[in-house]
């Protein structure tokens, strides 16, 4: 049923999954603006060979990633495409109408694929080795700042954690109704689109009804246990940034801060 | 001295043209185990919300460990009383069996030290600390609920307030829990309310309160009460075994005992009863 | 038009094929006769849902076959042909009120029939016998299924399944969460229908009063096998193995073998109070000198 692996998490012990959620979402955010300075075989090749290190030290095989890629595959080949027929300017290999390949497309479209790989990739490395809760934990420690101005941060995270916790009960819900309305005689993934289109209302009623529902019960109980406002609690759960983090961050630091140097002083 | 006291409270659903509760007041005093039972739709666990303030009552008086429940004290009143509700999952609320445990401490401001000893001390009291960083995917009903009580040994109030908390669990689950909630009330002297149709937990209960359509019908103890009969099934209640052994019996043309036996009494007087032919 | 359920050699793994697969139902051989009552009893997580979704092929099996009338279901069978079978097996889901959609109680009960391709006409009339059936008052019908009570929604849900008419019956903890009124009702309705129109009953149960007092056949699952078969009687005979299983007595039983210790003798261990009190009332004195 899941075949999907594009942000799903793969429990392990690795180097990476044993780093702070923060030492990731920095890190990663960092690589991804960094990707917008490569603009040559060097750059890319000290960007590529930085991803690659961070892939053998998530201890996850490269094609389980290639894999979570795979669900992209089509909107790569069209933004390829676009960028190789539409892109103008030096030598013309080919032409028909107002279609042409050129020089200058060729090029863009090889950068665009290359940036769009890596962006996947890095983020794929950081869904893959960090729970979402973590994740949740990681932003809402890294917008602690906005406090100062009044930003409801750890509102925002506690609302962030209830969603994710009530997804597989959701899930598993939505598969109770579809039984049972697969007993009642609907057939789903069958007839045309009006036809599908009618068989998701015994779906989504009876799902949105039940959300509902549980929604207030929980906001019952919440309030039963004593929640008053988001921002005046202490927090179980913490954070630890460790040697390894930081040793991340100087390894990250020297390979990104090449690229920039490679870009701006060679 | 009687730690919850109900005067004259009403209230009534916006959609609906009957009172939910009406007119009802009673008393519960310290350290008792109370039950209130009820058929579906009775008002029990109106009446349940109203004490801690979830819902309003239109009118009547409710008083907590001597304070009255106002719109200003109704947080103090929140920290003395713990409750588990109906459904397992809808009172999970952590990522996982820790982090609801401490989801009451967090809300009170507790220091992490504090939390981290007390989360452990707690769900060693329900049997669930090898469970500490499941999910709540992972977890049975029963489980959860085991879970929902730590979370109310971990913030030690004075009162438990039970709303059907077992109606959903199997056998096994409902026996666990309704064990774990007698240790708690002996281990930490518990005032224990609970709303229920189950007759073992109404029969552990010291007194059983019936509530009729939202009025207050009668106090007593379970022994009166079960000497009702079927019509126990009207009030929200089985009939206990013994009764419906009793019952039987008198079709047979036996004479039975007209008060309430539980079944250990049933046995003896059935034993005497044979040794006398 | 018997519709005998047979399930040969019947093997069922969720995620089957990956490194997620878990095997729910480990070779499963069993026999439901037409017309007959079954219980399926074992402790949660035992296997006993997952058996029950093979009924109606909700799930297939990943080997064996399950036969039921005269379809047979097996790992290869087309999703296309399980119409009939969905028609002639009606499902009724733990918390069956969580199906519930259409804008009035009517329409959410004709809904089953017309997928089935009954005209709209036909299915409405249906609906209303079957809201009657389970004891619907026919001034709700024109009401919101949600406006209901919990129980009067969980009514209105097995009357959709009912106005399939199907042949066999299958509910799984039809009475959770029920006041004993509830209960009572509900089984009082199973009963009647399997009395009156002759339907096979599978019953999902953790409460072994109702065993006793409605099955003659049943069926212990326990870690994805079927453990025992046999009626009632036979499965209630061994309170160790039952013990071990984690499974309990109907109170009778349990309450008669406390009158064992207290001397009392059974000739065959009673089920139901009523028997219970067939075998005690003969070694009792008539008590009418000691009690008025």
Known sequence: MNKVMFGRFIPGHSWVHRMDPRAKLVLCFLYIAVIFFANDFWTYLVMTVLLLASVVASAIPLRVYIHGLMPLFWLMIFTVLIQVFFGAGGHVYWQWGWLSVTQNGLNSAGVILM???????????????????????????????????????ATLALMLSLALRFVPTLMDEAEKIMNAQRSRGVDFGE??????????????????????NRAIEISTAMEARGYQDGENRTKYRQLKWRRLDSWSLVIYMVGLSSVVALRYFI | MAIIKVEHLNYKYSNSDTQAIDDVSLEIQTGDWVAIVGHNGSGKSTLAKLLIGLMAADSGKITIDDQELTPESVWQIREKVGMVFQNPDNQFVGATVADDVAFGMENRSVDRDTMVTRVNHALEQVGMLDYKDREPANLSGGQKQRVALAGIIAIAPKILILDEATSMLDPRGRQAILQVIQQLKDDLNLTVLSITHDINEAANADRIVVIDDGHFVEESTPSELFNHGKQLVEMGLDVPLPEKVKDALQERHIAVPESYLDERGLVDWLRTSRLNK | MATDITFEQVNYSYQAGTPFAVQALKNINLQIKSGTFTAVIGQTGSGKSTLIQHLNALLKPSSGTVTIGDQVITNETNNKHLKPLRKKVGMVFQFPENQLFEETVLKDIAFGPQNFGVSEADANE???????????????????????????????????????????????????????????????????????????????????????????????????????????????????????????????????YELQQAGFEFETMPLTVSELADEIAPQLGKGDDRHE
């Open chain 1, 191 to 212: 007839g045309g689109l009006r036809q599908r289109i009618r068989t998701i209302v015994p779906i989504l009623i009876p799902l949105f009804v039940n959300a509902f």
């Open chain 3, 126 to 256: 249906l609906a209303k016998r079957m809201a009657g059936e389970v004891g619907l008052d026919e001034s709700l019908l024109s009401r919101s299924p949600f406006d209901l009570s919990g129980g009067q929604m969980r009514r209105v849900a097995i009357a959709g399944v009912l106005a399939l008419e199907p042949e066999v019956l299958v509910l799984d903890e039809p009475t959770a969460g029920l006041d004993p009124r509830g209960r009572l009702e509900i089984m009082q309705l199973v009963t009647r229908l399997r009395e009156e129109q002759g339907l096979t009953i599978v019953l999902i149960t953790h409460q072994m009063d109702d065993v006793a007092d409605y099955a003659d056949h049943v069926l212990v699952m326990g870690h994805g096998e079927l453990l025992k078969q046999g009626t009632p009687r036979e499965i209630f005979s061994d309170p160790e193995w039952l013990t071990a299983h984690q499974l309990g007595l109907p109170s009778a039983t349990r309450f008669a």
């Open chain 1, 115 to 153: 940036r769009f790989v890596l962006i996947i990739l890095i983020s794929t490395i950081l869904t893959f080795t960090t729970e979402p809760l973590e994740i949740a934990d990681g932003i809402e420690s890294l917008l602690s700042p906005l406090r100062k101005v009044h930003f409801p941060v």
